[in-house]
């Protein structure tokens, strides 16, 4: 198992100074989430999406690639700048997920963003597999920088 923690990627800082990403909402770039196996190796040096021990789903609901994050906008409250993600779920699969990734789908080489652990293997057998994330406060937001 090689994905270790959760993690900003290093790569994601140096990008925010150079204005490679784009979290408005409306008109922000678009970010989406793929999942991956234990196999993977993942963490705050990985620099762009890969397909490399991507989980797969025999059932269809699962794509390469993962699925695009609905973003909840930018907000800046007692010195900190958060944005966050909707919940995000994927129908109908059979599918056994260590971790995952999420990236900018609209900036060229697809640049990462953060790395999620999700502490162990979690499955779905012919159901729903849901990302939860957490509330969008200075406190628990996805991505916060103070």
């Known amino acids: 198992m090689a994905i270790t923690t959760n993690a900003i990627c290093n ?9 490679t990403h784009n979290f ?13 196996t234990n196999s993977a190796t993942l963490g705050k040096s990985t620099t762009s999406f890969t397909t490399g021990n991507e989980v797969s789903s025999p059932s269809g609901g699962y794509s390469s690639g993962g ?8 907000s800046l409250a007692t010195n900190t ?9 994927f129908v109908g699969v ?6 995952a990734l999420i990236y900018n789908d609209t900036a060229s080489g697809d640049p990462a ?12 057998s012919a159901g729903t597999f849901t ?4 509330a969008f406060t200075t ?7 103070a």
């Open 131 to 134: 990302i939860q994330f957490p």
């Open 24 to 36: 408005s909402n409306p008109g922000g770039n678009t970010f989406k989430l793929s999942m991956y």
């Open 81 to 89: 700048a958060i944005t966050d993600f909707a919940d995000l779920s």
């Open 94 to 99: 059979t599918i056994t997920a260590r971790g």
């Open 67 to 74: 699925k695009a994050l609905v973003n909840t906008g930018t």
């Open 113 to 124: 963003v953060a790395v999620l652990d999700f502490g162990g293997d979690k499955t779905a």
């Open 11 to 19: 790569s994601f800082k140096k990008q925010l100074l150079e204005a």
């Open 139 to 145: 406190s628990a937001a996805i991505l916060r920088i």
